[in-house]
């Protein structure tokens, strides 16, 4: 009888210590920090990054090679802040600015009020955009008000992700909106490679 609990017990470590290894394996701890004049609350931070791994995580078209994406975008706390007030950088006009506060030290995330400038950040055809990333980096640049695929599509960037433009539903396409879909390579690179795909658990 003694036995038998002890392998039960040995059982149940098992499986607990097994699930939480599988859970923080595919957990991404992103710091984000805000400019002092831009108010964003801790709470709105955490439901951009959670309305971001619900994408990441949706598959709706099983014909497009969409796969659920078992990734989990997470709020490395507290949210720090950046610049001085009223030096305007929470409001981002031109290309050099914008460069400059990419590329501030500290938090991966630099939140700001507004992006008002034009094809900046690389971009041709696009007008206003609302955030800009660096392309296998630890840094991006995001306007607090930027939808929750966009979050997701600036950390594929830092991960080292193109863009692909071959629907309007990627999470890489370049400048759609709404989008959702992540094929097994990318996701790959959002879990920092080696994570097994399938049902996510948690
Ligand atoms: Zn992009």
Known sequence: MLKLSVLWLTIA?????GFTWAADDIAQSISVSRHVD??????QVDNKLAAATRR?????????????CCVHLRLAKPIAAFGKSNDHDDVIQDETQLRRVLMLPGARIKLVTAIQGVHL?????IGSFEGCAEIGGKNIVLA???PSDVWAHEFGHNQGLPHRNTSTDLIMHESAFGTHEIDVKECSRFQDKGATIGPCPF
């Open 13 to 17: 470590i098992s499986v607990v210590v």
């Open 121 to 125: 950040c690389g971009t041709k055809n």
């Open 38 to 43: 831009t108010v964003i609350t801790e709470a």
């Open 144 to 146: 607090m008000g930027a």
């Open 56 to 68: 990441l995580r949706l598959r709706e078209d099983e014909t497009s090679g969409d796969i659920r």
